[in-house]
């Protein structure tokens, strides 16, 4: 996927193998994919470093 292609609330994509029967009886197996909106940008799971005094002096 292109980057200008992905947005900045971010982009999910999902791949899925499937499978059923028909009223013969006989299976069908194909594969999916389905492609949408993330969680966006707040819920990215970005951290940074912080300074935690330990000392109690």
């Known amino acids: 996927m292109n980057e200008e292609k992905v947005p900045r609330a971010d982009s999910r994509l999902t791949v899925a193998h499937n499978r059923t029967r028909g009223r013969d009886g006989q ?3 194909w594969l999916s994919a389905r492609r ?3 969680r966006g940008e707040a819920a990215s799971g970005l951290a940074f470093d912080h300074l935690v005094n330990t000392s109690d002096a």
């Open 27 to 29: 299976a069908a197996v």
């Open 36 to 38: 949408c909106a993330g």
